[in-house]
């Protein structure tokens, strides 16, 4: 039997590919790294553009059709541009996007589009600024709401990333659907996962359930045929806009999951919470040919868990006992 090169042994199709450009960021959210930052790696160990364009390229000759570029914040990585346009070239790419925190926005919608980005993902946790502060050590709400305006001016698709932390009051959430409902964006709420530098903190989960609840109270929602999107998203009647809830926690979409994750020191992790890595960069500067590589992305999907076992007690980051209140319906 002829199997796609890039469908797992569970039937899954991995045809997404997010690429860390750099472990560097401006900012200290609580949920995502420690106020002291994290040792960064050499200059020499990340990627270069050429590294990552062949990656790409070989991924996309394979069956890849998505790609999006993340970090720490791809917007710190010098001549960000430059590989946007390489990436928007390489053929058979038919979903390319970036997850930025905002605050650099402003200077490179226009550029990011022309370059060919198609899609934006900006982290935004609250719409008040003192409490966006707290959560994300950034001062400058009013630079990042700029930088969400040039983004819709210049065309490209936005959708808006809330990590809903238990705390997150009634009147945030009802203003993030206000905000749903004036522009042609997509709020989606995430709930926190055990991802990060700061440890895991099972009373920080706030079950997106009890989020939804709040915004059905106030708006009519209209639900939306899902398509192997991670978010449950629905349409505000008399709306512009859209409002989605990423529910990893409480209610995991690992069976349906297409991603693999390319970190920014050249390692290939067919999950973002498990430890198995294949490292691409070590064969790739030892002189691996294209059909190596491709070799070793076969074997990274080989590799996909059926699913993310935060839960299980062989979990590494996550201790079960202390999950108590997550009501998990699958995965
Ligand atoms: N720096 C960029 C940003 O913040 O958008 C890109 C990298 S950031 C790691 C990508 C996304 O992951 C952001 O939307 C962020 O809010 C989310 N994230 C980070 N840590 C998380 C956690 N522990 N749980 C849930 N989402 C998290
Ligand atoms: Fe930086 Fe993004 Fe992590 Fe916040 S979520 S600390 S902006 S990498």
Not at 160 to 169: E, S
Not at 210 to 222: D, G, I, P, T, W
Not at 267 to 280: A, G, H, T, Y
């Amino acid at each position: 039997m002829n199997l796609p090169l890039l469908t797992d042994t569970f039937g899954r199709t991995l045809s997404y590919l997010r690429i860390s450009v750099t472990d560097r960021c401006n900012f200290r959210c609580v949920y995502c790294l420690p106020p002291e930052g994290i040792p960064l790696l050499p200059g020499k160990d990340i990627l270069s553009f050429e590294e990552i364009l062949r990656i790409s390229s070989l991924y996309l000759k394979m069956g890849g059709e998505r790609i999006r570029l993340t970090g720490g914040e791809p917007l710190l990585r010098r001549n960000i541009v430059d590989l946007v346009s390489g990436l928007s070239r390489l053929p058979g790419l038919k979903d390319f996007s970036l997850t930025t925190n905002g605050y650099y926005l402003e200077d490179f919608a226009g550029s990011l589009k022309e370059a060919g980005l198609q899609r934006v993902n900006i982290s935004l946790d609250s719409l008040y600024p003192d409490r966006l502060a707290q959560l994300t050590s950034c001062r400058e709400f009013k630079k990042i709401w700029r930088g969400i305006e040039k983004a819709l001016d210049m065309g490209l698709r936005t959708k808006i990333n809330v990590v809903a932390l238990n705390g997150l009051k009634k009147e945030e959430i009802i203003a993030f659907g206000w905000m749903a409902k004036k522009y042609p964006l997509e709020v989606r709420f995430i709930e926190f996962m055990p991802l990060c530098g700061t440890g895991w903190h099972p009373e920080w989960v706030l079950p997106l359930y009890r989020v939804k609840e709040v915004v059905e109270r106030h708006f009519s929602l209209k639900s939306l045929p899902r398509r192997r999107e991670v978010a449950e998203s629905y349409e505000i009647q008399d709306g512009r806009g859209r409002i989605g809830f990423i529910a990893s926690m409480t209610e995991p979409f690992c069976h349906d999951c297409s991603r693999l994750r390319l970190t920014s020191d050249g390692k290939l992790r067919p999950c973002l919470f498990s430890n198995i890595e294949v490292d691409l960069k070590t064969q790739m500067r030892r002189g691996a040919t294209d059909e190596t590589l491709k070799g070793l992305l076969s074997r990274a999907v080989f590799l996909k868990p059926m699913g993310h076992g935060i839960g299980d007690v062989h979990h590494s980051s996550v201790d079960p006992q202390a999950l108590p209140s997550i009501r998990f319906v699958g995965g």
